[in-house]
């Protein structure tokens, strides 16, 4: 069993416990348990093996160790089994839904018997729920939407656990016999949000049946779909279904554009090959005989003029390189051409040239680990400076920052600072915007601060207008820098919420306020469309994690990803600044005053 499949049982059982009403201090055990195991780099397969004891990990006690020891060597939980005697396991869909959660979960079972999600709609539709206590129409409305949300990404993996799943059989599939090299394409290698099946290539001599044989007996296959000579198709027990096609090297190159790029890309592709004489598919790039119609000729017919490299598809078409992240026919082709921009496609940000991260949370409101712990972490990754940003008041339940506590937390990281060289924190919060546009905190606190983050996390079901003047509002504040998650989606969970985008980025770059690609891979907010939009319009845009733990300053990756696929640049990103150069950035209105 995987790290990452390790995780959800130990969340799962959590999560039951919680329904069930058990001892707090249990329940956030399991949570802790997961965050350490979702953060391990080495398989606790391996470990166990090799008889290393797991109670020397972070959160990992004797009943923890004892239980990911029973899932790794049996496959299932007793623990697991025993609660779902007393509490439906489908419980715990409904607890993913937003606005439902273990104690209104608890309730809907207990009072009308709901146990699923289907059942759910059912009995909200009836107006069976409205009338529970802790219910109300407004919240029937929300979950309503919730359950449609849930459905819209139904069979559709975050990126971050398709990452997390794919991991071990790509090392499982590099030991197979006859294989020369292996990639993943599809929407994976186009670094999507969200992520449908997996395409896996191999590249092999044919035939190779050990590779397919290889293939199906991966430890976690739970449904072998199909197995022949050069494709084959599995479902794992995540649910999520890999087809794996196996090339011969003279081919591999376009087989990696073919099966990489979408739909759309391709047929641009096609077309320009077309225009020149040329045939394009996962076989290769083909020049065809003068008069000879295409359709009429197998796949591999004709003079071959491309197809061992990815890069030989793109240079015989007279093509710019593409990146993969690119490829969704938004314009890359013509760039790539020469067409549409000048010096074709850009360079894009990369991980390396991220020098601080601007958003996180300490245990000063409902992070996990402390000041000095975010810092060292910062520190350890390469970083220059860092934006301590916990919640303002109005997250009551999370433990947001009153004014007063706002000065303590300063005398607290004026201590850190002054024993820890070579990285700069920053004092900031995560200000909560209210329903009418002010600001959740006093305008002394907001002056005092080095950088202040405005971000909504209520109210997310106002009309269009209302919000966008809502938001714009509360970035015309002056001590306002960063619009943060700008549109409050939660992946598979809950919708963006009503909001003019364009309204509010032009506003951004009039008032100078950078707007945030929020990494956390539940977010992904901005999307990659209206993060290029920010790009033309010449707004900045700061990739930050929004990290409530050490591991999960790891999400960074997934904002550049997102980055990439917005075309942003090095340039267009507020923290690849140096440390002088954001102090700058951040005096900007003063210089600007004056």
Same mark, same amino acid.
């Given at each position: ?9 130990? *969340? ?18 399991? /949570? ?53 005697? *007393? ?22 079972? @207990? ?18 729920? @409205? ?20 459905? /819209?990404? &139904? ?24 294989? *020369? ?38 430890? &976690? ?47 641009? +592709? ?9 045939? +394009? ?10 008069? +000879?119609? !295409? ?9 071959? +003029? ?23 026919? /938004?314009? @890359? ?21 991220? $020098? ?5 949370? &300490? ?39 009153? #004014? ?12 850190? $600072? ?59 504040? #002056? ?6 998650? !700008? ?21 951004? /770059? ?5 707007? *945030? ?33 050490? $591991?999960?300053?790891?999400?960074? &990756? ?37």
């Amino acid at each position: 069993m995987e790290n990452v499949e390790i995780a959800g049982v130990l *969340e799962e059982l959590g999560n039951l416990l919680e329904i069930q009403g058990s001892n707090p201090f249990r329940i956030r055990a399991y /949570r802790n348990a997961v965050l350490t195991v979702r953060g391990l780099t080495r398989p606790l397969a391996a470990m166990v093996e090799e008889g290393e004891d797991l109670t020397a990990l972070p959160a990992i006690g004797k009943d923890m160790s004892a239980h990911i020891v029973e899932l790794i060597q049996t496959g299932g939980l007793a623990r697991l089994a025993e609660v779902s005697t *007393e509490i439906p396991r489908s419980l715990v869909q409904l607890v993913k839904l937003d606005g439902v959660g273990p104690k209104k979960a608890k309730k809907l079972w @207990e009072s009308l018997g709901v146990t699923t999600v289907d059942e759910l709609e059912v009995a909200l539709k009836a107006g069976r729920v @409205e009338s529970l206590a802790g219910f109300g129409a407004t919240s029937v409305a929300k979950i309503l939407a919730s359950i449609d949300d849930f459905r /819209r990404y &139904s069979g559709r993996f975050l990126l971050s656990k398709v990452d997390a799943l794919i991991e071990p059989l790509l090392a499982h599939m590099r030991e197979a016999p006859g294989v *020369e090299r292996i990639e993943v394409a599809g929407s994976y290698r186009r670094r999507k949000e969200t992520i449908g099946d997996v395409d896996l290539l191999v590249q092999a001599e044919l035939p190779a049946p050990a590779v397919m044989e290889h293939f199906t007996a991966f430890g &976690s296959v739970e449904k072998v779909v199909a197995a022949g000579d050069t494709r084959g198709s599995v479902v794992l027990r995540s649910g999520l279904e890999v087809d794996l096609r196996v090339i011969p090297a003279r081919s591999f190159g376009a087989a990696l554009h073919y099966f990489t790029g979408s739909k759309e890309h391709n047929v641009a +592709v096609r077309q320009i090959a077309q225009r020149q004489g040329l045939r +394009v598919n996962e076989w290769g790039v083909f020049r065809m005989p003068e008069g +000879v119609d !295409p359709a009429d000729v197998g796949k591999e017919d004709g003079e071959r +003029v491309a197809g061992e490299t990815e890069s030989s598809v793109f240079e015989v078409l007279g093509m710019g390189w593409v990146p993969p992240v690119l490829r969704e026919n /938004r314009g @890359e082709v013509e760039a790539a051409l020469g067409v549409a921009l000048d010096n074709g496609v850009p360079d894009l940000v990369t991980l390396e040239d991220i $020098q601080g991260d601007l958003h996180m949370h &300490s245990t000063w409101s409902d992070g996990k680990a402390s000041v000095e712990e975010m810092a060292r972490a910062c520190k350890a990754r390469g970083y220059r400076y860092l934006a301590m940003s916990d919640h303002s008041p109005a997250l009551a339940m999370v433990g947001g920052i009153t #004014p007063e506590r706002a000065v303590d937390q300063w005398e607290e990281i004026d201590q850190v $600072q002054g024993g820890l060289d070579g990285i700069t924190i920053f004092k900031s919060l995560e200000v909560d915007i209210l329903r009418d546009g002010s600001l959740d905190m006093t305008d002394e606190v907001l002056e005092a601060l080095d950088l202040v983050l405005v971000s909504v996390h209520s109210l997310m079901e106002m009309d269009r207008v209302s919000m966008t003047d809502r938001v714009i509002t509360a970035i015309q504040h #002056p001590q306002v820098d960063i619009l943060a998650h !700008p549109t409050g989606r939660l992946l598979g969970r809950r919708e963006p919420f009503q909001l003019e985008m364009e309204e509010v980025l032009q506003a951004a /770059r009039d008032l100078d306020v950078a707007v *945030e690609i929020n990494a956390n891979p539940s977010r992904l907010d901005l999307n990659d469309v209206h993060a290029h939009r920010a790009k033309e319009l010449g707004v900045k845009v700061c990739i930050n994690t929004d990290a409530h733990s050490v $591991q999960r300053l790891d999400h960074m &990756s997934y904002g550049v990803d997102q980055a990439r696929r917005a075309w942003l640049s090095r340039e267009d990103v507020l923290n690849t600044m140096t440390l002088a150069q954001f102090r700058e950035w951040l005096e900007r209105r003063d210089v600007t005053t004056t």
